[in-house]
């Protein structure tokens, strides 16, 4: 079993930055590929940005040259630091892991953390 805890999120202006945080339970964190979706009210869950257990990385287009994805795997945690942050933004962050494990593949999901982008 897999515990996934979000933290970093809040109320920005636009144009500003957050930087998402995510810790992981266990020891097998470096076997997982991570990803942060998000939903906003009234529409569904959209991937926003992946990293697998090797380190490649994927983003949507709409936040590609402004989000930026990351772990550390000493410290069981995945990062997505958020840029030049528009009103588009907003919405509930998921942090997202999904692995192998004893044959079955599993996913394990966060309690979602509020991203606000307001003035």
């Known amino acids: 079993q897999v515990q996934l805890v979000e933290s970093g999120g809040g109320l920005v202006q636009p144009g500003g930055s957050l930087r998402l945080s995510c810790a992981a339970s266990g020891s097998i964190f470096s076997m997982l590929d991570m990803a942060w979706y998000r939903q906003a009210p009234g529409k569904q869950r959209d991937l926003v940005a992946s990293?697998?257990?090797?380190?490649?990385?994927n983003y949507a287009d709409s936040v590609k040259g402004r989000f930026t994805i990351s772990r550390d795997n000493a410290k069981n945690t995945v990062y997505l630091q958020m840029n030049s942050l528009k009103s588009e933004d907003t919405a509930v962050y998921y942090c997202?892991?999904?692995?192998?494990?004893?044959?079955?593949?599993?996913?394990?999901w966060g309690q979602g953390t509020q991203v606000t982008v307001s003035s």
């Open positions: 997202n892991a999904r692995g192998l494990l004893a044959g079955l593949l599993r996913d394990y």
């Open positions: 990293i697998t257990r090797g380190g490649l990385t």
